[in-house]
């Protein structure tokens, strides 16, 4: 089997190039984005597996409309996401970053910093899927009343001690943590806006290491800026990579990470081979994880 392989975030024509060279039948996507007019001009193309769970940077319509499949690694990097997360709360909860920086400058912050305990605090789930229910896993010694945002979870899917929340805005105003843990479509993008935002407690923290385009970020600026919301723990953005010059950077009250919450040593083997072990599946015998195919939960949720 031929392989090739691409820089990261490459272009359309250079992803096509490099397929084409090798009359690629399956990509393996890490970075970057697979496009209608890549799908279309990869002739040989069958399956396109996403090296992890979020497949919004994929054009899902056009993979359909060409009979490719779109997988991705369900559950493969659910424990180093989850960690992630939990890292990126306490980081916000304590000022970490902030406090780090401010030592290394010189400053000796003791007898004015003062953080917050998370624990017996509650904390709202926008989604729940694995990375969500291994996240809520780690956070048990933490004592947290529960509450989840799902509309596609079945009643009898709602962890024991949780609550279930008919409405974001319900969720929003009664959590003192809001975690995303959904992925990004056409009908979520910006829902955490100004309304949102504004609708959160003031001391409320926002914790988001599912996709960048759940939330506005000018709006989530403009509400860390004037004390809205206390803090942010973001793993990822609108627009990736974030640059350097953004004005969230000018905030004290933000933690970030360039989107590495399934970048550990053990989450990479296990997603890499999730992909080859599904393409080789389909490829060779035409078998479908109905779980991680995602023609059909699109379908399924349209």
């Known amino acids: 089997m031929a392989l090739s392989s691409c820089k990261s975030y490459p272009s359309e024509d250079e992803l ?6 090798i009359g690629a039948q399956a990509l393996i996507l890490r970075m970057g984005t697979v496009s209608r007019g890549a799908i ?10 996403k090296h992890g769970v979020g497949y919004d940077t994929i054009d899902i319509a056009a993979a359909t409309d060409h009979g490719v499949i779109v997988l991705i690694a369900g559950g493969a990097n659910a424990l180093s996401v989850a960690e992630q997360a939990l890292a990126l709360l306490l980081s916000v909860a304590r000022s970490t970053a902030w406090l780090d920086g401010r030592l290394r400058a010189g400053a000796w912050d003791k007898s004015t910093y003062t953080g917050v305990e998370i624990s017996g605090r509650s904390i709202g789930l926008i989604g729940l899927g694995v990375i969500g229910r291994t996240f809520l896993n780690l956070l048990a010694p933490f004592n947290m009343t529960v509450r989840i945002y799902d509309p596609y979870l079945a009643d009898d899917q709602v962890p024991t001690g949780a609550e279930r ?3 974001i805005e319900g969720l929003l105003a009664t959590s003192d943590v809001v975690s995303l843990h959904c992925p990004l479509t056409d009908h979520n993008r910006n829902l955490i806006d100004a309304t949102a935002l504004a609708a959160m407690k003031p001391d409320a923290i926002l914790i988001n290491t599912a996709r960048g385009g759940l939330i506005d970020q000018d709006a989530l600026f403009v509400a860390l800026r004037d004390g809205v919301i206390r803090g942010a723990g973001l793993d990822t953005f609108a627009k990736e990579p974030i640059s350097a010059d953004s004005p969230l950077w000018t905030l004290p009250n933000i933690v970030g990470s360039p989107h590495v919450g399934a970048n550990t040593l053990e989450a990479r083997d296990r997603v890499g081979m999730s992909c080859v072990d599904q393409i080789m599946a389909y490829l060779d015998h035409g078998e479908i994880d109905v779980r991680n195919h995602v023609n059909r939960i699109v379908k399924a949720a349209a």
């Open 16 to 21: 096509i190039e490099a397929a084409n060279t």
């Open 40 to 49: 279309e001009r990869i002739p040989t193309l069958k399956v396109i597996a």
């Open 165 to 167: 929340v008919e409405t």
